[in-house]
């Protein structure tokens, strides 16, 4: 393809992608993720996903940082952090593409499960707390997308939307930091990161006028793309 229309194409999805950050608290990476690794290729593709992601959540947090919930947060951040580097080692060369179709398989079917109103208690316990920190650490190492599971934990956890907001946007901003200096740091291009800025101060209007119900089906859905594309961009 054309690089004028892979450029094109890139900041459309990091438009989009900021957007559902600002307003649902993730979904940059879900989003933004394939178009740029078309772009730049694997390894700078997921290293400029995960620095513009950790980028996207400055300026809503700055705007909801009292909303967020410390304790839970910094429960799913310490594993996913302990574990980042360790992974990054392992999947080192290595044919990464059974591991995420099967992580996707498991995000569908959390999703659907949620939507019709299943809960399951156990997701709310620090052992699963522990599981989703590391499952989340591999996908942002192998992907750059590192969101579903934790969209899952937060959706089963019955938070309100801003506390939802709030604290996926600080594990995020942390996480996504991390992985960028596990990785190596690829600034991104100016374009886009104007196109990153227009998203977020809109994204951010928008979140303001959304409805309980309709962030968590938001949350839900994002997480549920997440799953789709991992499975059909590993097959």
Same mark, same amino acid.
């Given at each position: 393809?054309?690089p +004028?229309m892979l450029?094109a194409?890139?900041?459309?999805a990091v438009?989009?992608?900021a957007v559902a950050?600002a307003?649902?608290?993730?979904g940059?990476?879900l989003?933004a993720?394939?178009?740029l690794?078309a772009?730049l290729g694997p390894?700078?593709?997921?290293?400029?996903v995960v620095?513009?992601a950790?980028?996207?959540?400055?300026l809503?947090?700055?705007?909801?940082?009292r909303?967020?919930r410390v304790r839970d947060? /910094?429960?799913l951040?310490?594993?996913?952090?302990?574990a980042?580097p360790i992974i990054?080692?392992?999947? +080192?060369?290595a044919?990464?593409?059974?591991?995420? &179709?099967?992580?996707?398989? /498991? &995000?569908i079917?959390?999703v659907i /499960?949620?939507?019709?109103g299943?809960?399951y208690?156990g997701l709310q316990?620090?052992?699963a707390?522990?599981?989703?920190g590391?499952?989340?650490?591999?996908?942002?190492?192998?992907?750059?997308v590192g969101?579903?599971?934790?969209g899952?934990?937060?959706?089963n956890?019955g938070?309100d939307?801003g506390?939802t907001r709030?604290?996926?946007?600080?594990f995020?901003?942390?996480q996504?930091?991390v992985?960028a200096?596990?990785l190596?740091?690829v600034?991104?291009?100016?374009?886009?990161v104007?196109?990153?800025?227009v998203?977020?101060?809109?994204?951010t209007?928008?979140?303001?006028?959304v409805p309980?119900?309709?962030?968590r089906?938001?949350?839900?859905?994002?997480?549920? &793309?997440g799953?789709?594309?991992?499975?059909?961009?590993?097959?």
């Amino acid at each position: 393809m054309d690089p +004028s229309m892979l450029l094109a194409i890139a900041l459309v999805a990091v438009f989009a992608g900021a957007v559902a950050q600002a307003v649902t608290g993730m979904g940059f990476s879900l989003v933004a993720a394939p178009a740029l690794i078309a772009m730049l290729g694997p390894r700078e593709g997921v290293a400029t996903v995960v620095l513009l992601a950790a980028m996207s959540s400055l300026l809503p947090l700055s705007r909801g940082y009292r909303a967020v919930r410390v304790r839970d947060t /910094a429960t799913l951040l310490l594993p996913t952090l302990a574990a980042t580097p360790i992974i990054a080692a392992l999947l +080192s060369g290595a044919d990464t593409s059974l591991v995420a &179709v099967l992580a996707g398989l /498991a &995000v569908i079917a959390g999703v659907i /499960a949620l939507a019709v109103g299943v809960r399951y208690r156990g997701l709310q316990t620090r052992r699963a707390a522990v599981g989703t920190g590391v499952a989340s650490a591999a996908l942002n190492v192998v992907g750059g997308v590192g969101g579903p599971p934790i969209g899952l934990f937060v959706a089963n956890s019955g938070w309100d939307p801003g506390e939802t907001r709030a604290s996926l946007q600080a594990f995020f901003l942390v996480q996504n930091t991390v992985t960028a200096v596990v990785l190596g740091f690829v600034l991104p291009s100016w374009q886009l990161v104007a196109a990153l800025a227009v998203g977020t101060l809109l994204g951010t209007w928008i979140a303001e006028m959304v409805p309980t119900a309709t962030a968590r089906i938001g949350v839900l859905g994002v997480s549920g &793309v997440g799953g789709l594309a991992l499975v059909l961009g590993n097959v």
